[in-house]
């Protein structure tokens, strides 16, 4: 029977968030001081953490500083990248130490600021459920909640390829490579996937000395070769409000082939790593005249791995455009840097056979808001769950802050102002709107 409000025993939220990484986190930065807006947010970490496995020192943001949690949609927001160097007292300091890209590890202080300074975000609380009668009623492993709507942004997963052997000890996922990588020294280690990820992988490998140095550095990359993010000011434009709006509203074949097509404009390597790594190999090459210190194997796709921890592994080659010329490849250990898949969501199975897909992806309105039978002003949020639908710019923080204030809009029954449209006009005009632009 369904309860009303009197007979509620369980605390009630107007918005319950489930996972704190940038998306959740940036949504909770947004509502936070506004009364009108209960909400809570679950993450299972005990702190905040951002793909800690992955901070290898040096290593540095892709996106300009200005995507942090809120600038983008509120640049007064008390919880902005510059708030976090004014408050941390080093605001001078940041100006002048010049960085020509934000450490990485330097942004993950900042959101665990943020996160520290948010009273309504629980830390150590997995969501394990998520039922509905009138409301949807979330069950964490401590406490059972309320809410009229959900949040859910849980981010990715690691993926390994069918050819990867998960159990191996000396084959991983690039995202365990800082808990790993002790080990490497002396070792053949083969980097396959030639992302950044890989890219850093393969930086930090090959720029050990002494006894963390590996004995040989392998990459291998599906790429024709190891290609550069595009970061230029068009490309860009990709990664605006306007042509996230014009991509939604493409069809599907459309909005696949241009994830396909573009994807080096989010998934490329950044330059300065290529260049980094390109030096490195010349003054190992050339320098200090080591012959055998690594080998690039480019536009190649691993077709299996043979082999065991103890003895090593032997990976079967196949060139794209030589494809009857079998290479192999011999590695003590292997780094699967080949990316990452949506999260597990396995605690909204209560709700399942009432929300709409598109394919693998839940169905979005054109506000982030999965279609399903339920009422309409019980809304689930996804963010950073519908890349299909949303563009290459869903996983990453380019529009973080702008889908969390359309989000952050809807549960306070409001609309912020909109940036002014890209230089470029995304969608066909009719002729009264050509003739007018001229
Ligand atoms: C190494 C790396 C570097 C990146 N660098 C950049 C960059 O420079 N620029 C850029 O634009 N993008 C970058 N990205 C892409 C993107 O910004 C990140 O993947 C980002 O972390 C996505 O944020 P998210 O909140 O969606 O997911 P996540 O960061 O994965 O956070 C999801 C959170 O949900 C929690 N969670 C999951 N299930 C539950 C549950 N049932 N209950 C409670 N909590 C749960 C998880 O513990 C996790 O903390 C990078 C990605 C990686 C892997």
Not at 364 to 387: H, L, M, S
Request: aromatic fraction near 10%; charged fraction near 25%.
């Amino acid at each position: 029977m369904a309860r009303n409000a009197t007979e509620r025993k369980d605390p009630h939220y107007t918005c319950v968030g489930i996972g704190v990484g940038p998306a959740n986190l940036s949504l909770a930065s947004l509502l936070h001081g506004h009364r009108g807006v209960r909400n809570i947010f679950f993450e299972k970490k005990a702190e905040f953490g951002w793909h800690e496995g992955q901070q290898i020192p040096g290593t540095s943001l892709q996106v300009s500083l200005f995507k942090d949690l809120v600038t983008l949609a509120e640049p007064t927001n008390p919880f902005s990248f510059l708030a976090y160097l004014h408050d941390q007292g080093k605001i001078y300091h940041f100006l002048n130490a010049q960085f020509d890209a934000l450490p990485r590890q330097e942004f993950r202080n900042y959101m665990r600021w943020a996160s520290e300074r948010n009273p309504n975000i629980a830390f150590g609380e997995e969501v394990r459920s998520v039922g509905f009668d009138t409301e949807f009623v979330v069950r964490t492993n401590r406490r059972t909640v309320r809410a009229d709507n959900l949040a859910v942004g849980v981010g990715t997963r690691p993926w390994l390829p069918p050819q990867a052997s998960a159990s191996a000890r000396t084959q991983f996922h690039v995202n365990d490579f800082v808990r790993r990588d002790g080990a490497l020294g002396g070792k053949r280690v083969c980097v396959v996937g030639g992302g950044q990820s890989g890219a850093e992988a393969v930086l930090d490998l090959l720029s050990r000395t002494g006894t963390q140095m590996p004995r040989r550095v392998t990459w291998v990359s599906r790429r024709a070769n190891f290609f550069p993010i595009d970061d230029s000011p068009f490309t860009n434009d990709f990664y605006m409000p306007c042509h996230s709006e014009h991509f939604f509203r493409q069809e599907r074949s459309v909005r696949e082939a241009f994830n396909h097509d573009m994807v080096l404009s989010s998934d490329g390597i950044s330059e300065s790593t290529l260049r980094e790594i390109y030096q490195r190999l010349y003054v190992l090459r050339f320098v200090q005249e080591a012959t055998d210190r690594f080998a690039l194997y480019p536009n190649r796709s691993v077709e299996a791995v043979a082999g065991a921890d103890a003895r090593g592994w032997e990976l079967s080659l196949a060139h794209h455009d030589q494809p009857d010329q079998q290479e192999l490849v011999d590695a003590d250990v292997v780094v699967w840097a080949t990316g990452f898949r949506p999260a597990d969501m396995s605690f909204l199975h209560p709700l399942a056979g009432r929300l709409e897909h598109e394919g693998e992806e839940l169905r979005v309105d054109d506000g982030y808001a999965v279609r399903w039978d339920g009422p309409a002003e019980r809304k689930i949020f996804v963010q950073n769950a519908t890349r299909g639908q949303r563009g290459l710019a869903d996983p990453n923080l380019s529009l973080n802050a702008y889908r969390s204030q359309r989000i952050a809009d809807r549960l306070r029954g409001t609309r912020s102002d909109e940036q002014r449209p890209s230089f470029i006009e995304w969608s066909a005009k009719t002729p009264a709107e050509a003739s007018w632009a001229a």
